[in-house]
C-alpha cells in the first residue's frame, strides 16, 4: 500500500463509537481504531528512554492504542513517565551491553554485547508473542525486534525514522538494516519522501512499496500560547524583552548544526540567540564545545542555552524568528512544522524531509545546510522586511493546519498498522 492508498482508504471506514484512549483525539480516528480489526493489539519498541523526536512521533501513536497496546522501552527515561501519565502500558528490558552500542562504535562493540543482545532478542519476542503486531520505532528496536521474528511470528511494522545513508550510518549498520528491511520487516512506513528514498536506493525497495506519513502535531496547542504580550511571555521564560530573538529548538548534536548558528552571530550584532535543547545522546562534549566557542567569539552574552523545555509552544511563540541549522539532510523536523504552528517565520536547512515542509518564500525560507553566510543573510532578510516574515508565518500556520495535523497523522499509522494486522 503506498501513501496515497493509505489515505485514500479513509473513505471506506467502518463506522463505530470511539474507545476511551482514542476520545482525545479526533472522532475520525476514534472510529478508525474502534473499526479496524476489533481485536488487534499491538507492540510498540522504542531503543530510548530519552524525549527524541521518533519518541515524541510515538507518543499520540501509543495513546490512540492504550486500550490494546503497549510500549517496551530498551532504556529507561523520561519517555517512560510520560507514556504512563498518558495511561499507556510501558515496561523497560535494558541491558546496558546493548544500550553502550553507539553508531559510530557499532563495527566492534556489538561482538563483546553478544550475550546481551541475545537476552534482548529473546525479551522481545516474549513480549512480542502476546501481542498481534510488532510496531519498532527506532534502528536498535528494529534489529533486535526484527531478529527475534523466528521466535515471535508476528508481523512486523518498521517506523523509518531516519535517512538511511552514510551521512548518517556506518557501512555494518546499513548492511544489516538492508537485509532485515528485505527479509523480516512486513510493512514499512516513512516519516517523508527522502527517509523513504533512501530506504529505497539502499535495499532496492520499489518506492512505492514504502508508504510516506508525515509526522503530525497538536497544532491548536501551539497556536494557542496567548503573545499578545510578548513581553510578559519573555519575562515569564527570563528572556530579554527587547532584544531581536533568533530561536533553534532540539537536541544539541553536531549535525543539528547549533555551531553554524553561534558563528553566525559575530555578522549580527543585534540579535541574541536562544538554544531550546540539550545533549540527549551523549554529546556532552559538543555541548561545552558550543559554549566555549560563544565566549571564543565574544558572543556568549548574546547566547541563552535554556537547556530541555516541555512548553516548546510557548518558547516558539516567545522567538522573532525561528532556525533549523542541521548540516545533514533532516529526516523531518518536527521543531520545523512546530515552529511554524507556533506563527512563527522559519528559516531552516533546505535538505531531506525539510522540502517537504518548507516552500521557500511562501511559507518559510530555505538556506543551504552548513552555510552561515546565507544564514546571515537570511535572518538579516526577515529582520529588515517584517511585513514578510509575517506573510510567511501566516502561511506556515495555514500550512501546519492542513497537512501536519495529530489527527490525520494518527489516522494514517492506524491504518498502517491495520495493514498488517493478523
Ligand atoms: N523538544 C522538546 N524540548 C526541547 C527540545 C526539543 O520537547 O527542549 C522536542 C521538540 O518539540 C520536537 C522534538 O523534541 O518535537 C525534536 O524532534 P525533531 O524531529 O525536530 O528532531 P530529532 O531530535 O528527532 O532529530
Ligand atoms: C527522527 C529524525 C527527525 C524526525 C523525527 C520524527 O528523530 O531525526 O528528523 O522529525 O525522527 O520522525
Redesign the pocket.
Known amino acids: 500500500m503506498n501513501a496515497s492508498e493509505l489515505r485514500g482508504a479513509a473513505h471506506g471506514l467502518p463506522q463505530a463509537q470511539p474507545s476511551a484512549a482514542a476520545s482525545s483525539m479526533g472522532s475520525s480516528v476514534g472510529a478508525l481504531l474502534a473499526g479496524l480489526k476489533a481485536k488487534s493489539t499491538v507492540l510498540f519498541v522504542d531503543q530510548s528512554g530519552q524525549?527524541?523526536?521518533?519518541?515524541?512521533?510515538l507518543l499520540p501513536l501509543a495513546q490512540a492504542f492504550a486500550a490494546r497496546g503497549a510500549v517496551l522501552l530498551l532504556s529507561d527515561g523520561p519517555f517512560r513517565e510520560r507514556l504512563a501519565s498518558l495511561g499507556v502500558n510501558v515496561s523497560v528490558a535494558s541491558e546496558a551491553r546493548v544500550s553502550g552500542i553507539s553508531k559510530e562504535a557499532l563495527r566492534f562493540r556489538w561482538l563483546f554485547a553478544l550475550p546481551a543482545i541475545v537476552r534482548q532478542v529473546r525479551a522481545i519476542a516474549e513480549a512480542a508473542k502476546r501481542y498481534d503486531v510488532l510496531f519498532l520505532n527506532t534502528q536498535k528496536a528494529l534489529v533486535l525486534g526484527a531478529l527475534g521474528k523466528p521466535l515471535h511470528r508476528r508481523p512486523v511494522i518498521w517506523h523509518l525514522?531516519d535517512i538511511m545513508s552514510t551521512d548518517h550510518f556506518g557501512s555494518m549498520q546499513l548492511l544489516a538494516v538492508k537485509f532485515i528491511a528485505r527479509h523480516l520487516v512486513d510493512h514499512v512506513v516513512a516519516n517523508s519522501r527522502a527517509s523513504a528514498q533512501s530506504l529505497a536506493s539502499l535495499t532496492g525497495i520499489p518506492l512505492a512499496a514504502i508508504p510516506v506519513v508525515h509526522?503530525g502535531?497538536d497544532t491548536h496547542a501551539f497556536a494557542n500560547v496567548d503573545s499578545a504580550d510578548p513581553g510578559t511571555l519573555r519575562r515569564r521564560l527570563g528572556l530579554p524583552e527587547d532584544a531581536w530573538l533568533a530561536g533553534l529548538?532540539?537536541?544539541l548534536?553536531p549535525w543539528?548544526g547549533q555551531h553554524i548558528a553561534i558563528a553566525a552571530l559575530p555578522r549580527l550584532p543585534d540579535v541574541h540567540l536562544v538554544l531550546?535543547?540539550?545533549a540527549?545522546f551523549g554529546e556532552d562534549d559538543y555541548a561545552q564545545r558550543l559554549r566555549r566557542q560563544a565566549l571564543r567569539l565574544g558572543v556568549a552574552d548574546r547566547v541563552h542555552f535554556?537547556?530541555?523545555?516541555?512548553d516548546?509552544a510557548a518558547?516558539m511563540k516567545a522567538m522573532d524568528v525561528i532556525l533549523?541549522t542541521?548540516t545533514e539532510p533532516?529526516?523531518?523536523?518536527?521543531?520545523?512544522i512546530?515552529g511554524m504552528a507556533a506563527g512563527r517565520p522559519v528559516i531552516a536547512a533546505g535538505a531531506g524531509g525539510v522540502k517537504e515542509i518548507v516552500r521557500h518564500r511562501q511559507n518559510g525560507w530555505l538556506v543551504a545546510p552548513g552555510d552561515r553566510r546565507a544564514l546571515v543573510d537570511a535572518i538579516e532578510t526577515l529582520r529588515a522586511a517584517p511585513e514578510l516574515a509575517q506573510r510567511l508565518a501566516e502561511q506556515a500556520l495555514i500550512d501546519t493546519q492542513r497537512y501536519f495535523s495529530l489527527d490525520v497523522y494518527v489516522e494514517q499509522m492506524t491504518r498502517a498498522i491495520g495493514c498488517v494486522s493478523p
Do not use: C, Q, T, Y
Not at 51 to 57: N, P, T
Not at 306 to 310: H, N
Not at 330 to 336: D, S
Open positions: 524525549l527524541g523526536g521518533a519518541e515524541f512521533s525514522h509526522n502535531i529548538f532540539g537536541r548534536a543539528k531550546v535543547g540539550a540527549l535554556a537547556g530541555f523545555r516541555d516548546m518558547w533549523h542541521s533532516e529526516p523531518f523536523g518536527r521543531v520545523i512546530e
